[in-house]
């Protein structure tokens, strides 16, 4: 029986390579094409682990998903796993500070922001597999864009904006990569 080989116990430090945008962006798909590319990595995709019904998107539902991801993140460092991509779950800064008090350091924290136009956005919202309602997509345009990620001075991790807007999947990920060379050696 084959047994499948565990990841290096962690010499630098934990990694967290953190993939936020908003909805239309790309974020679930490229968390998980970014999975492939990573060396002693795990990912965790608060779409995939937040699903509720109803679905509130208030201050306590945003706090039940950040306490999830850390966990998660934190099973994935103990058991090996340097780096952890997580994505789909801060809306500001301040939830990044509140995620962060979760987590036990050391760490490196990546933040990539992606970005795309509105009308691009809008296209792969309403064709893309994980289809939502007119009624969703409303509710979630009046919910104003925000810029603390990217306009924060002090912050503790690497900021990479990358605009998705003319880019495949592939050609995002490989922007990323470039961005983090300390993960993404070649």
């Not at 997580?86 to 922001?113: H, I, K, Q, T």
């Not at 969703?136 to 990217?150: L, S």
């Amino acid at each position: 029986m084959f047994a499948p080989e565990r990841p290096a116990s962690p010499t630098l430090g934990n990694r967290l390579i953190l993939v936020n945008g908003e909805e239309g962006a790309g974020k679930s798909t490229i968390v998980r094409e970014l999975l492939a590319h990573t060396p002693d990595g795990a990912r965790v995709d608060a779409e995939d682990v937040g699903q509720t019904n109803p679905c509130p998107m208030d201050d306590e539902f945003f706090g039940l998903l950040r306490r999830n991801v850390a966990a998660l993140a934190e099973n994935f460092w103990t058991a090996g796993y340097v780096n952890v991509i997580a994505g789909s779950f801060l809306r500001n800064y301040p939830d990044y500070l509140a995620f962060c008090r979760l987590l036990s350091p050391p760490r490196s924290v990546y933040m990539v922001e992606l970005m795309v136009d509105k009308d691009v956005r809008d296209h792969r919202r309403i064709t893309r597999a994980k289809q939502t309602t007119q009624a969703w997509r409303d509710m979630v345009d009046r919910i104003p864009e925000d810029r603390t990620i990217r306009q924060t001075i002090d912050a503790d991790y690497r900021y990479i904006g990358v605009d998705t807007t003319c880019l495949n999947v592939a050609e995002t990920v490989r922007q990323i990569k470039d961005a983090i060379p300390e993960v993404y050696r070649r």
